[in-house]
Antibody, heavy 115, light 112 residues
């Protein structure tokens, strides 16, 4: 069965950096676009970024453009999100999801940006 | 890109039907059939319930149905059950060259 497991979240100071990972299993990872979506505490869903199956096509939400970098390693069945220049408003649970349909989601990893 | 507009809350009694609306613009909902709906019970990750306006993934009960008219998409849940109580979010593909996906603000469904 499809499984997505995020890791790498935690507490970081404003201006700091964090790298999230998403380990995929149960499907041919290299065949699918992959996405990051976040949810601030008590708030709705916000699409963050997605990357094509080969990594050649990437999109970012305006709110993270220039600060976040999405990448993938198809040999390791893994998706990544490098987050730099973090702000308080980046505090959220970060989910990885399969495809641009978001047909499967991980359980999420909490990122807290606070001094 | 502005979020799609959903009612903050809806409610219904067991066995009844409820409909949740999702209003966008001609740049998103009105132009594409890439509208999806997600269910998120408290403390859990979202789950895809409807994709491409009206298609159900395997395992989703046929009590859940989707439709679209103009710039507004709708999710209808018939024969409400207690376990349907959750937050529901719509999403749509958009024509924006920078942010190709937009979500609705979410609707809390309460089963009375």
């Amino acid at each position: 069965q499809v499984q997505l497991v995020e890791s790498g979240g935690g507490l970081v100071k404003p201006g700091g950096s964090l790298r999230l990972s998403c380990a995929a299993s149960g499907f041919t990872f290299s065949d699918y676009y992959m996405s990051w979506i976040r949810q601030a505490p008590g708030k709705g869903l916000e699409w963050v970024s997605y990357i094509s199956s080969s990594g050649s096509t990437i999109y970012y939400a305006d709110s993270v453009k220039g600060r976040f970098t999405i990448s993938r390693d198809n040999a390791k069945n893994s998706l990544y999100l490098q987050m730099n220049s973090l702000r308080a408003e980046d505090t959220a649970v970060y989910y990885c999801a399969r495809d641009t349909l978001f047909d499967y989601w991980g359980q999420g990893t909490l990122v807290t940006v606070s001094s | 890109q502005s979020a799609l507009t959903q009612p903050p809350s809806v409610s219904g009694s067991p066995g009844q039907s409820v409909t949740i609306s999702c209003t966008g613009t001609s740049s998103d909902v009105g132009s594409y059939n890439r509208v999806s709906w997600y269910q998120q019970p408290p403390g859990t990750a979202p789950k895809l319930m409807i994709y491409e306006v009206s298609n159900r993934p395997s395992g989703v009960p046929d009590r859940f149905s989707g439709s679209k008219s103009g710039n507004t998409a709708s999710l209808t849940i018939s024969g409400l059950q207690a376990e349907d109580e959750a937050d529901y979010y719509c999403s749509s593909y958009t024509s924006s060259s920078t942010s190709p996906v937009v979500f609705g603000g979410g609707t809390k469904l309460t089963v009375l």
